[in-house]
C-alpha cells in the first residue's frame, strides 16, 4: 500500500504560477512511476504529466513547456511546478504512484485559474 499526500494548489489569476506537491509513504522502495493527472469540472481525468524513478518525463501537450514535473527519490516526494496557468488548467489534481502495475491516487487539490 502507498498511501499520497498532496499540498499546493489554490486560486490564481491566468498568467501566474503555482507549485503542487506529493508526498508518498508506505511501500514506497516499489514506487515506479509518479506524476499528475487532473480532472476539469464536468470531463475525464486525464494526465498532465509522469515521471519515472529514472527521471524520464512524459507531458501532456497542454502543459509542455509551461509546467515541470520533478521527483526527490530519497524523499519520496513528487512536485509540479506550473506557469503561465490558463482558465482552462482549472482542475483538481491528483498525484498517482504505480507500484507493480497498481495505480495509487491522492484525494486531490483544487486548481482555480481566473481569467
Known amino acids: 500500500q502507498v498511501q499520497l499526500v498532496e499540498s499546493g494548489g489554490g486560486l490564481v489569476q491566468a498568467g501566474g504560477s503555482l507549485e503542487l506537491s506529493c508526498a508518498a509513504s508506505g511501500s514506497i522502495f516499489r514506487i515506479n512511476d509518479m506524476g499528475w493527472y487532473r480532472q476539469p469540472p464536468g470531463k475525464q481525468r486525464e494526465l498532465v504529466a509522469v515521471?519515472?524513478?529514472?527521471?524520464?518525463?512524459n507531458y501532456a501537450d497542454s502543459v509542455k513547456g509551461r509546467f515541470t514535473i520533478s521527483r526527490d527519490n530519497a524523499k519520496n516526494t513528487v512536485a509540479l511546478q506550473m506557469h503561465e496557468l490558463r482558465p482552462e488548467d482549472t482542475a483538481v489534481y491528483l498525484c498517482?504512484?504505480?507500484?507493480?502495475?497498481?495505480?495509487?491516487w491522492g484525494q486531490g487539490t483544487q486548481v482555480t485559474v481566473s481569467s
Open positions: 515521471i519515472t524513478r529514472g527521471g524520464n518525463t
Open positions: 498517482i504512484a504505480r507500484v507493480l502495475g497498481i495505480d495509487y
